[in-house]
């Protein structure tokens, strides 16, 4: 299947590298095409460069949108029409840096990225947070590791949309284990109680109830 990456930059182009290994085929698009060129020739035949973001989507399955939380929302307006229908999978955390470089939250405490990220989509797109619980070279790493394999969690509120993520998250050599709805999310984000663990489906499972 094809799957869209919009966004080849630290972790877009983990995302895609893995997804690629497990046999999906990708569409990327970035800012100006030269991350997603280098990337695209690094893959090979299973990576093409789209024209532009729409047409990233052209064919696509489901489009990763690998991009800082502050641009999501100007892309997700850009590729409002193609994106009906499709699975839309989002790994950014809701922070930025300010003037002095200092890293900060850009959602209020206690509101979850994943619920605002549902209120950009148009209707008729299945939205799944995923794929931002781990850092790049964590998430590099930690691939098909055996002999148990390691988890990506998820949030979703859509049965579909878990079921055509936790797909993704096998082909990209991990465990699926789903934290609950949307509104969980930011259990999955930089500071939360499931960020950057390397852990098995039993743990993972016990975690999620712990909180
Ligand atoms: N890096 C990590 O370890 C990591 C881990 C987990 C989650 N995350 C989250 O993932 C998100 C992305 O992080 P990142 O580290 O991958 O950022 P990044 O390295 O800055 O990459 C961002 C990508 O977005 C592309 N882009 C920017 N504006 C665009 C537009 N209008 N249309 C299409 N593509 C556009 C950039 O294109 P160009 O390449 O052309 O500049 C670049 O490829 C962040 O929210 C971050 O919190 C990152």
């Given at each position: 299947m094809t799957t869209a990456v919009i966004g080849t930059g630290g972790i877009g182009s983990v995302i895609a590298r893995e997804l690629a290994s497990g046999g999906e085929t990708l569409r990327l698009s970035s800012?100006?095409?030269?991350?997603?060129?280098?990337?695209?020739?690094?893959?090979?035949?299973?990576a093409v460069v789209a024209v532009d973001n729409r047409d990233a989507l052209r064919g696509a399955v489901a489009v990763v949108l690998a991009l800082r939380f502050t641009v999501l929302k100007g892309v997700i307006d850009e590729i409002a029409d193609p994106l009906t229908g499709k699975l839309v999978v989002v790994p950014s955390n809701p922070f930025s840096l300010d003037a002095q470089g200092n890293v900060y939250r850009v959602l209020p405490k206690g509101q979850s990225s994943g619920e605002v990220v549902a209120g950009w989509l148009p209707a008729g797109?299945?939205?799944?947070?995923?794929?931002?619980?781990?850092?790049?070279?964590?998430?590099?790493?930690?691939?098909?590791?055996?002999?148990?394999?390691?988890?990506?969690?998820?949030?979703?509120?859509?049965?579909r949309a878990g079921e055509?993520?936790?797909?993704?998250?096998?082909?990209?050599?991990?465990?699926?284990?789903?934290?609950?709805?949307?509104?969980?999310?930011?259990?999955?984000?930089?500071?939360?109680?499931?960020h950057d663990l390397v852990v098995g489906p039993a743990e993972a499972r016990s975690l999620i109830g712990a909180a």
């Open positions: 800012a100006d095409d030269k991350s997603a060129q280098m990337l695209a020739a690094e893959i090979g035949r299973a797109t299945r939205l799944a947070m995923a794929f931002g619980t781990m850092s790049a070279d964590l998430l590099e790493s930690s691939s098909n590791r055996s002999p148990e394999p390691a988890v990506l969690f998820y949030a979703t509120d859509d049965d055509e993520v936790e797909r993704l998250i096998r082909t990209a050599g991990f465990e699926p284990v789903k934290v609950g709805g949307i509104g969980q999310s930011s259990r999955l984000e930089v500071g939360g109680d499931l």
